[in-house]
């Protein structure tokens, strides 16, 4: 099985101030089809999560530009450029590659 | 507007099935693979499985941990997917979602919650 690893485990943001999110996978995500698939969720608290990026750093309609993401092949990393206070909850990482999907777990971010 | 819901879920004892139900509007159910996924209490998000859609055959996966016990199915003409849990474990314990697609889907349900207790 592919093996999420993210860091941190919390972080704690100024309203404004910049935070980033890292995922490393035990396997290279990149398929031979070209394509990354390396995924960005947010689950607020008491809510199903919402994807916020997809194939590592593509948006997805409707969300926040805040939100960016990069990486290649095992690396990767979610950035919000200017954290504000909806933003608060648990960021997971996932991989589509290989079966079983696995997401990473959890980065949760918390508004100072 | 997609909408998923999911429905089924309770307290329920060790050993004993339930059948979750995933109930869709919004999309042609029948060009979709649906997904099935859940999170134990406090804990983080885990893949549990999923059906292809009829052009592909209908064929499905399933997590290690619940191969054997969990089954996935469909009703295209209802628009409902099932997820058919057999010989539930206090550990299959926490909240159901269903999902259109496999991998990148960003449309969920709201989520049901499954409690086994002996």
């Known amino acids: 099985d592919i093996v999420m690893t993210q860091t941190p485990l919390s972080l704690s943001v100024t309203p404004g101030q910049p935070a980033s999110i890292s995922c490393k996978s035990s396997?290279?995500?990149?398929?031979?089809?070209?394509?990354?698939?390396l995924y960005w969720y947010l689950q607020k608290p008491g809510q199903s999560p919402h994807l916020l990026i997809y194939?590592?750093?593509r948006q997805v309609s409707g969300v926040s530009e805040r939100f960016s993401g990069s990486g290649s092949g095992t690396d990767f990393a979610l950035h919000i450029s200017r954290v504000e206070p909806e933003d608060v909850g648990i960021y997971y990482c996932?991989?589509?590659?290989?079966?079983?999907?696995?997401f990473g777990g959890g980065t949760k971010v918390e508004i100072k | 507007e997609v909408q998923l819901a999911e429905s089924g879920g309770g307290l329920i004892e060790t050993g004993r099935s339930l059948r979750l139900s995933c109930t869709t509007s919004?999309?042609?159910?029948?060009?979709?693979?649906m997904s099935w996924f859940r999170q134990a209490p406090g804990r983080g998000l885990e893949w549990v499985g999923f059906?292809?859609?009829?052009?592909?055959?209908?064929?499905?996966e399933y997590a290690a941990s619940v191969k054997g016990r969990f089954f996935i199915s469909r009703d295209d003409s209802k628009s409902i997917a099932f997820l058919q849990m057999n010989s539930l474990k206090r550990e299959d314990t926490g909240v159901y979602f269903c999902?259109?697609?496999?991998?990148?889907?960003?449309?969920w349900g709201q989520g049901t919650q499954v409690i086994v207790s002996s």
């Open positions: 919004g999309f042609t159910f029948s060009d979709y693979a």
């Open positions: 059906t292809r859609s009829r052009a592909y055959n209908e064929t499905t």
């Open positions: 396997q290279s995500l990149l398929h031979s089809d070209g394509k990354t698939y």
């Open positions: 999902t259109r697609g496999i991998t990148g889907t960003r449309y």
């Open positions: 996932m991989q589509g590659k290989h079966l079983p999907l696995t």
């Open positions: 194939e590592v750093s």
